[in-house]
């Protein structure tokens, strides 16, 4: 048993559930749970695992005195709140490849039912009527159908549509037209997408971008007798806009599967209509995604708390476990670096830029830019982990950037981080990973070339003239203090008569010490950084 406490707040797969208890978690299934309950169960929990009823909310996030991470069993996260959660340095995960087919599915029967009235023929046979006339359909074939995001969801539904001859237009700006190329869909902007459609789907979170994205004006840009469908979030369409719609006789059928409030409140209009099929947020509802689901949430909450790999995260980048075992030694040197840089830099900074060299300048650094910043507010912010660490940094005034270059550089792989500071001074140090044992290094101070090992206790970072004797009255005066020097680097500015020169401690030297070589007359600067 490690003792790591994971709160399943609401029903998963009984799978999910031995997954976590065979890899030794705590686990606690607290089902129905009330918000005073979940408080008081979170306290001491170290994830929580969710479904779509219960609220992790900021009041709750407050209560969690040891939580890392958040598992939602779907794809939705409407109720975690993720500003909060990113705050609290609280990583967000969800399964969005568990309900994909389950969700694909469900879309494309309401799309089937409100091309053949299936429901609305049921429930008259099943009244004791037999009326054909009143069911004629439609046919899918040679119509088009718009679909609005394509991921996951939508790639799967637009595959089910081709198969059954309709021609699909795409409206993502994140699709590539080789990815389009590759699914057999148009690209289309989302104007266009309306104006050509003979069926709409949506499959986008609900975001300010996408709140109401099919309102009125929507609505008006279509053909007359369209059909609109939405199972992915409840107010990408807007139900009074709907409601109008289908009165007029612009929508001729449509289908619904989540609402603006759940559960769809009794007198609400859109029961009027015949011609609108609805369901109770059954996306998920099969028993494959329920599984895949329980399974997945499961498998990286355990990879989150055991090897620090995140999958699936909202808030914060992903990276597996091989990737994470292999870009390691770089998280550890980016996080020395800022923290390096935040202590040898007397002012207000104002600006952290991290540039990425040789290989590191090919790949996506998130994650390494993360480590900078978490670095950097080690000393100065409580609490600062690479989920919060660009808020706090935000919170400063600090703008970050992240820069990946080609220019050449003297190692395989090189970090540098370079704060500029009010008065417009500048400081940073650089720094690389050496040897089979992949030991970080500082090998660059403000220009100066250096040898530092940032993962030793301490080091002293002293401005000096360049004379003779300097290192041994330096020496002399920490030796006086009980102070002992572990290594030294030494760097000479040519012509200029200075130096600088950075001594590895054994422990952080007194206060005495630091004023009597501040006293000196030699020594311009003196800077301690503390690395534990």
Same mark, same amino acid.
């Given at each position: 048993?490690?003792?790591? @406490? ?60 040891? *939580? ?11 109720? +975690? ?35 053949? =009235? ?13 009326? &054909?006339?009143?069911? @004629? ?9 718009? #679909? ?24 993502? =700006? ?12 148009? +690209?289309?902007? *989302? ?25 009125? @004006?929507?609505? !008006? *840009? ?40 759940? =559960? ?22 099969? $028993?494959? %995604? ?10 990286? +909450? ?17 990276? !597996? ?14 996080? $020395? ?49 690479? #989920?919060? %660490?660009?808020? @706090? ?52 101070? !403000? ?9 030793? &206790? ?37 012509? %200029? ?20 070589? $501040? ?6 600067? #003196?800077?301690?950084? !503390?690395?534990?």
């Amino acid at each position: 048993m490690n003792n790591q @406490k994971v709160l399943v707040a609401d029903p998963i797969s009984p799978k999910g559930v031995e997954l976590l208890k065979q890899k030794g978690f705590d686990v606690v299934e607290a089902y129905g749970s009330t918000p005073d309950q979940i408080k008081e169960l979170i306290k001491d929990a170290e994830a929580v695992i969710v479904r779509s009823e219960t609220k992790i909310t900021a009041d709750v996030l407050a209560c969690a005195e040891k *939580l890392k991470a958040v598992g939602r069993a779907g794809v939705g996260v409407d109720n +975690i709140d993720i500003p909060a959660a990113s705050e609290k340095g609280v990583v967000v995960m969800n399964t969005p490849t568990g309900n994909t087919i389950a969700t694909a599915e469900l879309t494309f029967t309401h799309m089937l039912c409100g091309t053949r =009235p299936i429901s609305q023929a049921n429930a008259s046979i099943h009244s004791g009527a037999w009326d &054909r006339k009143s069911f @004629k359909g439609t046919e899918l074939k040679n119509k088009v159908l718009a #679909v609005l995001g394509m991921g996951r969801i939508g790639a799967e539904v637009a595959k089910r549509a081709m198969a059954f001859g309709m021609k699909v237009l795409a409206y993502d =700006p994140f699709l590539t037209e080789a990815r389009a190329k590759t699914l057999g869909v148009e +690209i289309v902007p *989302l104007e266009e997408a309306f104006k050509r459609a003979d069926y709409v789907t949506v499959h986008m979170p609900l975001t300010e971008a996408t709140k109401y994205m099919i309102d009125e @004006k929507a609505f !008006d *840009l279509m053909k007359k007798g369209v059909r609109v469908f939405n199972c992915a979030r409840g107010g990408i369409i807007k139900e009074t806009a709907l409601v109008e719609a289908l009165k007029s006789g612009k929508v001729a059928a449509a289908g619904l599967d989540v609402y603006e409030s759940e =559960p769809l409140a009794k007198d609400s209009p859109l029961r009027d209509f015949p011609n609108l099929v609805l369901t109770p947020h059954l996306g998920a509802s099969t $028993k494959e %995604a329920q599984e895949s689901c329980g399974i997945e949430v499961a498998e990286v +909450i355990a990879d989150a708390l055991q090897s620090g790999a995140i999958r699936n995260a909202i808030n914060k980048p992903s990276i !597996d476990a091989e990737s994470m075992k292999q870009i390691s030694p770089y998280v550890v040197l980016c996080e $020395k670096l800022g923290l390096f840089v935040q202590q040898i830099s007397p002012e207000r900074v104002q600006k952290l830029t991290i540039k990425f060299f040789g290989k590191l300048g090919n790949i996506d650094n998130k994650l390494l830019t993360l480590a900078v910043q978490k670095g950097y507010l080690s000393k100065i912010a409580e609490n600062a982990n690479d #989920v919060n %660490a660009p808020a @706090k940094m935000k919170h400063l005034g600090i703008e970050v950037e992240s820069i990946n270059s080609n220019a050449d550089v003297d190692y395989a792989e090189l970090v540098e981080v370079v704060a500029t500071c009010e008065k417009g001074t500048v400081h940073s140090a650089a720094g690389t990973v050496t040897g089979k044992s992949a030991k970080p290094r500082i090998v660059q101070v !403000d220009a100066h070339s250096m040898e530092i090992n940032p993962c030793g &206790r301490c080091v002293m970072v002293l401005k000096n003239q360049d004379t003779p004797g300097m290192v041994g009255i330096i020496g002399t005066i920490l030796g006086k203090f009980g102070c002992n020097i572990a290594n030294m680097s030494l760097s000479r500015e040519e012509g %200029a008569g200075r130096a600088l020169s950075a001594f590895e401690l054994d422990g952080i030297p007194a206060g005495e010490a630091l004023a009597d070589l $501040k006293a000196l007359g030699q020594i311009e600067d #003196v800077k301690v950084v !503390d690395f534990a």
